[in-house]
Nanobody, 128 residues
Framework: QVQLVESGGGLVQAGGSLRLSCAASGRTFSNYNMGWFRQAPGKEREFVAACSWSAVSTYYADSVKGRFTISRDNAKNTVYLQMNSLKPEDTAVYYC?????????????????????WGQGTQVTVSS
């Protein structure tokens, strides 16, 4: 079992930056691929970014490429999402998720179905 707790959300003006953190506890953090998803009211869960256990492979949604950066510090059992040039459409609850390492993740990293563990979410609101 892995417990995930997101933090770092808040209110920020358009064009600003925010860094989200996801702290993990339980089983060895490095044994999991990690992802960030977001969900706005009335909308489906949306993939944002993902990072393999070794951080060699990273994936980003087209909507955030060039603006968001996913990273991880396995020694601290933490994955980060650095968000720059934020837009009002980035407003959502952001969730981190963990997936046991496996080959299928390489082709399914963008699907929420690939992840077994989820955090409670942290609200990000971008004002115009």
């Amino acid at each position: 079992q892995v417990q995930l707790v997101e933090s770092g959300g808040g209110l920020v003006q358009a064009g600003g930056s925010l860094r989200l953190s996801c702290a993990a506890s339980g089983r060895t953090f490095s044994n999991y691929n990690m992802g960030w998803f977001r969900q706005a009211p009335g909308k489906e869960r949306e993939f944002v970014a993902a990072c393999s256990w070794s951080a060699v492979s990273t994936y980003y949604a087209d909507s955030v490429k060039g603006r968001f950066t996913i990273s991880r510090d396995n020694a601290k059992n933490t994955v980060y999402l650095q968000m720059n040039s934020l837009k009002p459409e980035d407003t959502a609850v952001y969730y981190c998720a963990a997936a046991p390492i496996g080959k299928t993740w390489l082709n399914n990293a963008r699907s929420y179905r690939s992840y077994d563990y989820w955090g409670q979410g942290t609200q990000v609101t971008v004002s115009s």
